[in-house]
Every structure is written in C-alpha cells, then in structure tokens.
C-alpha cells in the first residue's frame, strides 16, 4: 500500500466511525447536553477530567466553556482537573497518582455540579477514583468511554451517562470524544443562548 492509499484508508475508516458515533449516539449525547443545562440552571459547574489526550480534550472542552465556542456568549463554569500541573504533581508525589482527580472532586465538588470524564479504554485507576469520588459527593457524572467501556462504565450508577464510542482504535476515539464535545458545546449554546 502506497501512502497515499495509507491515508486515504485512515481517514475512511475515522470518518465512518463519526458516523456512527452520529448515528449510535445522538440520543446520549442531546441527554447528556440536557443533564448539563440542568446543571447550570441549579447553579452548578463542570468538573472534567482525563489522562494523555483525553486531557488534551478536557483542556479543550473546559476552555471553550469558559471563554466560547463558535459564538461569543457569557462564560459557563467549568474546572479541568488535569490542568495544573503543580496540583496533580504533588498529588501524585504525596498520595499516588491514582488519586489526582479524587481529591480535588472531594475538595471541589458540591451540589448540583457534573464530573464529566474522558477516558478512551475506561481503565484509568484514577479515573475510575474520580467516579468513586463523584458518587461519594453525590455528583451527576458523564463519562465518554469506547470499546466495552472498562471499570468506570461498571461505575456508573443509573442516573449517570456513558457516552460509548463504537471503536478499539484511539485515534478514532480521541477523534469521536472530541467531536462529542463540540456537538455538546453546540447543544449548550443553542439551549442556553439561542444561539444557531
């Protein structure tokens, strides 16, 4: 196979898995868009979470909450818990890594707010804390997974969301997740703002 074949096949194969994520998943994501509004108008924040690329994303998701997505519009709360690194670091040295994200859930989360957890094979230890640590404080959680769904899909309580991609290969999922995202960011501004 020459490059050019290797690519064109790559990108085949990622647009049919977005797909299917669209044609899957709709329900679960316009629900989820739903459960974070509810969460807003009771005065709650996000809390979002993920580790290599999934953090990329939180990182991105978080940003456009706070400053905007395609359209200007007031800034909605959010905190990424993987973006100080000072925090997860010392975390990490003083407790183990498995607890970056549970702790500051036990430090942070209140009422009303959503853990929304990113995680590509749903194994993560910390991760899977997170989700532990989210019930404990009796937060909503979304979790956008792939594959079978791992430890943290088994976590999930029935009034929590999994947002499964139908993939093993984490390109295609890092790719889903993000377009997950911004499907979500999407929703938020049309339902909260109007926006078109």
Do not use: W
Not at 21 to 33: D, G, H, K, R
Request: net charge negative; glycine share 6%.
């Amino acid at each position: 196979m020459d490059l050019i074949q290797r690519i064109n096949q790559k990108a085949a194969v990622s647009i049919a898995t977005q797909v299917q994520v669209a044609e899957e998943l709709s329900e679960e994501i316009a629900a989820t868009s739903e459960r974070l509004v509810e969460c807003l108008l009771q005065d709650g924040k996000f809390l979002i979470c993920g580790n290599g690329v999934s953090a990329s994303i939180a990182q991105a998701f978080t940003s456009h909450l706070l400053n905007h997505f395609e359209h200007e519009r007031p800034p909605l709360p959010a905190l990424c818990l993987c973006s100080s690194h000072s925090t997860t670091t010392a975390i990490a040295t003083d407790s183990g890594f498995s607890e970056i994200y549970s702790k500051q859930i036990h430090a942070l989360g209140t009422k009303n707010d959503v853990l929304i957890a990113i995680c590509s094979d749903g194994n993560s230890p910390n991760t899977v804390q997170a989700v532990q640590a989210a019930h404990e404080r009796d937060l909503n959680i979304i979790a956008l997974t792939a594959g079978q769904g791992g430890d943290v899909a088994r976590l999930l309580g029935p009034e929590d969301i999994e947002i499964r991609v139908p993939s093993e290969a984490r390109s295609d999922i890092h790719l889903s997740h993000l377009l997950i995202v911004h499907c979500l960011l999407d929703l938020l501004d049309s339902q909260l703002f109007g926006i078109e």
